[in-house]
């Protein structure tokens, strides 16, 4: 049956990606499909809030260029929580460049993304040689990427043959391209008769996910878990300012509470997908 009626667990044992199968097996263990994403520009308040949502997530999405005060030793501490709490980590770099620029930027420079990011991300933008750049840094680390198919701001020009063309992308790289980005499933979309379609799972990870807001004055649009996991086959949701408002001296007590809900929450709409 098609990935998306399957449970996490069975896909955890199947998937070809090391990052994938970590994953989708933690999702199983810790029962959450939530990934919170830490938009906040100080490094206590990136910690405070990581502290109190880890038991309650299956992975920590990062923008770690938002950081004032970073400095080497937070992906150290961002690392050790990682192994505490067993999360992955996804930095939301969004690479667009070509392949020997994006190569660079993957795994040089301040950052060192390579080194600690389980899965990062590309714009489809560039073409297939995105993916080459990052894979011959990505693969050797046994990293996995995520290719935005879908943006959920308003007006997004992912759509159409765009989308489709950045699946079939994916499809030639399925070693090294676990998924995608995207408001809806996405396997078998832009496949031709000849196209192997079995056996292909990839994870689809919904942004713009909100219980209490239908959006924010910069074209952000928010969709409830139900509607994103449930009606629209998407496997993680990624939730930052519904968690921790805006995030300056975060008040971990209420940012705790509001992981626990959109845990359930989340975890609610899988279970009625794969149980129907
Ligand atoms: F690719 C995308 C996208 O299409 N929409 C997004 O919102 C990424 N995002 C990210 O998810 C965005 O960069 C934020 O980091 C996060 C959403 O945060 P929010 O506070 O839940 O709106």
């Not at 192994?83 to 392949?99: L, M, N, P, T």
């Not at 020997?100 to 301040?110: F, H, M």
């Not at 950052?111 to 389980?118: C, L, N, R, T, V």
């Not at 701001?153 to 759509?159: D, E, H, V």
């Amino acid at each position: 049956s098609s990935p998306h009626l399957q449970t996490y667990n069975e896909r955890a044992k199947k998937h070809a990606n090391k990052a994938a199968r970590a994953l989708l097996g933690v999702m199983e263990e810790k029962q959450s499909n939530l990934s919170v994403s830490v938009d906040v520009t100080k490094s206590k308040d990136f910690f405070d809030i990581i502290e109190a949502v880890g038991p309650h997530v299956c992975l920590i999405k990062t923008h770690i260029d938002i950081l004032e005060d970073f400095d080497p030793t937070v992906i150290d501490r961002l690392r050790e929580l990682s192994e505490k709490h067993k999360f992955s980590i996804f930095e939301d770099r969004k690479f667009a460049d070509i392949g020997s620029t994006v190569a660079l930027q993957y795994s040089k420079g301040i950052y060192k993304i390579a080194d600690w990011a389980h899965i990062t991300n590309a714009h489809a933008v560039p073409g297939p040689s995105i993916i080459t750049g990052l894979a011959s840094v990505g693969i050797p680390k046994d990293r996995g990427l995520i290719l935005l198919a879908e943006m959920s701001s308003k007006g997004a020009l992912t759509t159409g043959s765009y989308t489709e063309d950045a699946v079939r992308m994916a499809r030639a790289r399925r070693d090294f391209v676990i998924g995608f980005i995207a408001q809806h499933r996405m396997e078998g979309i832009g496949a031709s008769d000849t196209d192997n379609i079995a056996g292909e799972d990839f994870l689809v990870l919904a942004p713009g996910v909100g219980l209490d807001a239908t959006g924010d004055a910069m074209g952000q649009q928010y969709r409830t878990p139900e509607q994103v996991v449930f009606e629209s086959g998407c496997d993680v949701i990624i939730v930052g300012r519904g968690i921790y408002g805006k995030g300056e001296n975060v008040d971990t007590r209420e940012v705790l509470k509001q992981a626990q809900r959109y845990q359930a929450a989340g975890w609610e709409a899988y279970k009625k997908r794969v149980q129907r």
